[in-house]
C-alpha cells in the first residue's frame, strides 16, 4: 500500500463549477499537508500549505485535513479553464529527518 | 521571488553516455533535492542535500549519483545512462524542513 493515494483522474468538468479533489494517506505522523499545482512539461508549484488538521481558504481554493480519517481535500470554487493542470499533495511529518512524499497527481481538466 | 532553475529543458543521450544535470537556486536555500517524475509513478526522489558537499540517499539512488561543491548548485550525475532512465527529473530546494519547495522548471531527459 502506498503511503500516499491520489486517484489520476482526469477529471473533466464545465467552467465555473466546484472541483474537489482527494488525496488518503496511512501514515498518522504526517503533520504538514501541501497542494501543488503543476502545469504540463512545468515544475510543480506551491498552492495551498496547511499544518495539522483545519481549513485553509486563499482566493478561490479551500484546502482541509481531516486527520481523524487520514484525508486531505482541494476545493476550487468557480474553476477556470486556466485552472487545467495536474494537481498534486504532498505531506511530511514533523521531524526533520522527514521526507515529502508525493501523491501521484489528478489530472483537471476545466472546458470552457 | 525564489527562483530555481535547470540547466537543459530537454536532453537526447545515447546508452552509455554520462549525463550532467545542472540546478541552481538563487534563494539561499541550505536544502536542495532530485526528483524524478514517472507517470503513474509520481515524484519519486533520487538524492538530497542538506548542506554543501553532503548528500543523501532518497528512494531511487540506484545508478545516479550528485555533487554539491556549492551552496547554490545541486548537480545530478548519470553515470551511465540507460534508457531506462528516460524521465522527467525536477530539482528543488527549500529553506529548511517543512518549508515550502521550489521547483525547477524540469528536465526530459530522452535516453536512446
Known amino acids: 500500500q502506498k503511503e500516499v493515494e491520489q486517484d489520476p483522474g482526469p477529471l473533466s468538468v464545465p467552467e465555473g463549477a466546484i472541483v474537489s479533489l482527494n488525496c488518503t494517506y496511512s501514515?498518522?505522523?504526517?503533520?504538514?499537508f501541501m497542494w501543488y499545482r503543476q502545469y504540463s512539461r512545468k515544475g510543480p508549484e506551491l498552492l495551498m500549505y496547511?499544518?495539522?488538521?483545519g481549513n485553509k481558504e486563499d482566493g478561490r481554493f479551500t484546502a482541509q485535513v481531516d486527520k481523524s480519517s487520514k484525508y486531505i481535500s482541494l476545493f476550487i470554487r468557480d474553476s477556470q479553464p486556466s485552472d487545467s493542470a495536474t494537481y498534486l499533495c504532498a505531506m511530511s511529518g514533523r521531524f526533520n529527518t522527514d521526507k515529502l512524499i508525493f501523491g501521484t497527481g489528478t489530472r483537471l481538466q476545466v472546458f470552457p | 521571488d525564489v527562483k530555481v532553475t535547470q540547466s537543459s529543458r530537454y536532453l537526447v543521450k545515447r546508452t552509455g553516455e554520462k549525463v550532467f544535470l545542472e540546478c541552481v537556486q538563487d534563494?539561499?536555500?541550505?536544502?536542495m533535492f532530485w526528483y524524478r517524475q514517472d507517470p503513474g509513478l509520481g515524484l519519486r526522489l533520487i538524492y538530497f542535500?542538506?548542506?554543501?558537499?553532503?548528500?543523501e540517499k532518497g528512494d531511487i539512488p540506484e545508478g545516479y549519483s550528485v555533487s554539491r561543491e556549492k551552496k547554490e548548485r545541486f548537480s545530478l550525475i548519470l553515470e551511465s545512462a540507460s534508457t531506462n532512465q528516460t524521465s522527467m527529473y525536477l530539482c528543488?530546494?527549500?529553506?529548511?524542513?517543512?518549508?515550502?519547495?521550489?521547483f525547477g522548471p524540469g528536465t526530459r531527459l530522452l535516453v536512446l
Open positions: 496547511t499544518y495539522s488538521s
Open positions: 542535500s542538506y548542506d554543501v558537499k553532503m548528500k
Open positions: 501514515n498518522s505522523a504526517f503533520q504538514y
Open positions: 528543488a530546494s527549500e529553506q529548511g524542513r517543512q518549508e515550502t519547495q521550489y
Open positions: 534563494m539561499d536555500h541550505e536544502n
